[in-house]
Nanobody
Framework: QVQVVESGGALVQPGGSLRLSCTAS????????KGWYRQAPGKQREWVAS???????NYASSVKGRFAMSGDNAKKQIYLQMNSLKPEDTAVYYC??????WGQGTQVTVSS
């Protein structure tokens, strides 16, 4: 069972950038689903971006063009590069690898 830990969340000003990391305890294989989700206060968790096996990354319309997923299987990490951040991007961000490996989340706050 793969376990994952997110990191990189911080307080950032609108228009700023952050890169979130998700580190897995075991190997990350190309055949695994990899995704990022977020949950804002008082809202349900929502999908942000994901890569299905053999496919290209897909992004929610709210982040498309601003966020980008990448990964390094050798380092057992996946990343979420977030640019042009907006206050509405404020949320706890979670990564998911495979069918059920969720992290504990990392807080991103976009505020001046």
């Amino acid at each position: 069972q793969v376990q994952v830990v997110e990191s990189g969340g911080a307080l950032v000003q609108p228009g700023g950038s952050l890169r979130l990391s998700c580190t897995a305890s075991g190997s990350i294989e190309d055949r695994y689903f990899k995704g990022w989700y977020r949950q804002a206060p008082g809202k349900q968790r929502e999908w942000v971006a994901s890569v299905a096996p053999g496919a290209r990354a897909n992004y929610a319309s709210s982040v498309k063009g601003r966020f980008a997923m990448s990964g390094d299987n050798a380092k057992k990490q996946i990343y979420l590069q977030m640019n042009s951040l907006k206050p509405e991007d404020t949320a706890v961000y979670y990564c998911k690898i495979g069918p059920s490996a969720w992290g504990q989340g990392t807080q991103v706050t976009v505020s001046s």
